[in-house]
């Protein structure tokens, strides 16, 4: 009931105050955005998840979600970074991993944009592929690809990213994103564990099999082969920030072949 009375009084502000954010995934100008969902921070108490979500390298707790058009404060940052990084004179072949339904229609807009979907379990995908084994395309077949919280799911994250290197032409670029603990000094994995409760105390999530420590997720991408570049708010501006709700901490990596 206190959530639901919440929601209301959003609703209620977000519709008649004046904007003060921007969402550059729908374009919608909003008075805030969303928090992140009590439910996350109530299973992490549950489960006895002993970090803390400040520790999360690119997390807007405060603004997490679009209320327009759902996406999250890591897809706003992606956004921000398609508009900057592409060419209007190029056309690019774009693979989304297990896409966003707001980040997806972001890209589905950009004209210059031939976008493929793949996934092994969703059903609204272009393509049910095993990222572990991506038999359907060929060799330096990608210009871009977008992996966004998905190789924390993949038991052989490693295989994962050489499968992701080898469709990605040279030249090419992606979005590689996981979850990053700040205060973890080495990635912490198990993905034979099975036990519900241990995946969220260890991983944060009931259908995670690793928790990455930064140096460790960065080591790994380069040792696919993959240069890895940390793009974060000194690429942009504060106000950029901001407007946007992307949390000043945030940092987004960019791979390239």
Known sequence: MLQKLKNIVYS???????????????????YRFKPLSPSFLLNYKKYGWPYSLDDLETLNVA????PKCGCSDRDRLYALYFNKALSPAKTYQLLDIAPAASLRHFLQRKSNINYRSAD???????DKVDLTNMHLYPDNWFD???????????PDDRKAMQEL????KPGGWGIAMVPILLSLPETDEDPTLQDVQERWRRFGQDDHVRQYAKHSFINRLQQTGFHVQEVNI????AQDFITYGIHPRSVLYIVSK
């Open 165 to 168: 290197y080898r469709v990605l």
């Open 234 to 237: 000194t690429d942009f501006t």
């Open 144 to 154: 871009i690809f977008v992996c966004s919280h998905v190789l924390e799911h993949v």
């Open 63 to 66: 603004s997490y979600e679009c």
């Open 120 to 126: 092994l379990f969703m059903e609204d995908v272009d």
């Open 12 to 30: 209620a502000s977000a519709t008649f105050l004046p904007p003060k954010k921007e969402c550059p995934v729908c374009g919608n100008k909003v």
